[in-house]
DNA sequence: CTCTAAGGTCTCTATGTGAGACCTGCCCTC
DNA sequence: GAGGGCAGGTCTCACATAGAGACCTTAGAG
């Protein structure tokens, strides 16, 4: 918790910056949120955990991204480090994304937030059909 | 890194169910996914981790959220039990929001993400100028 | 000769997002 | 008593982003 704490701690410095200040915020967790917060970037992270995989490998375990998000995603984390990406030159050439190290050192971290997801998504399925109940009595 | 990993395998246990399947996969990691994994409400979340906000100190805070779209995420984050709603009947009135139990539970996996956020990002900013570079050069 | 497969790109349309005007009630000032 | 401000929104319009699905190239299989 006190781990929490200071990074929350952290957070909420780079947030208090005054509005005077021209220069828009550089704070690094909005950066990353920017960049994994997407739709589709922490779902790929997460399929390549457990091995490379190839372009339709990937598009076959998460159907419904399309093939132009697909790309897109799998460019964006290439740029950022996350994933590397091989060609092989077989006919027709094959490619394969990996987890870079630095897109390895990101599945601690996540995993804490799927454990969270794991474990509360039961909960947060109750309030929402509770708050839908409300809406429809009101 | 143990942890990770189980989490890694249940998370690739929900990608592995057949295509034949005709019910949408039910992931709870894709249902979290899309409900916190939006644009605004880690943020958001992070944002009520210090203490309690009104709705417009939250729009100072965050200064580039419209009003619609923070009236729209807290609404969301409402409905999912992570945030609660209490209006003063002063004059005129005031709402306050605040991060329920299951709001906080969220806070200590967020700071692991955080702290990642804060440690890597200078790598992930290296990553991005050596690609652009790249491209440039060809 | 046609079909399929890989790894994309391209175009068109649908959906999401942001800017900013407006609303309601009350208090304050002039 | 007319106007202005604040709080917490809603509404409309314009634009940016995402998805669907056709298309491309090269080569091997039937």
Redesign the interface.
């Known amino acids: ?1 006190s ?10 410095r780079y ?1 208090s910056d005054d ?1 005077q200040s021209v220069r828009p ?1 550089h704070c ?6 920017d ?1 994994i ?3 589709w970037s ?2 790929l992270v ?2 390549l ?2 091995r490379p995989q190839r372009f339709s490998e990937l598009h ?4 419904d991204i399309s093939k132009r998000m697909l790309t897109q995603t799998l460019r964006d984390l ?5 994933i590397t990406r091989h060609v092989f030159p077989t006919k027709p050439p094959s490619v394969e994304y990996c987890l870079s190290p ?1 897109g390895q ?14 474990r ?2 039961s ?6 059909v ?3 109940g409300a809406l429809c009595d009101a």
């Open positions: 918790m781990a929490a704490l200071s990074a929350i701690e952290r957070f909420s947030q509005a915020v690094p967790v909005r950066e990353v949120l960049r917060g997407d739709k922490i779902l997460m399929t955990a457990t076959r375990a998460i159907r290439e740029r950022d480090g996350l630095l050192s990101l599945l601690e971290p996540m995993a804490s937030l799927i454990d969270w997801a794991d509360r998504y909960d947060i399925h109750a309030a929402r509770r708050f839908d």
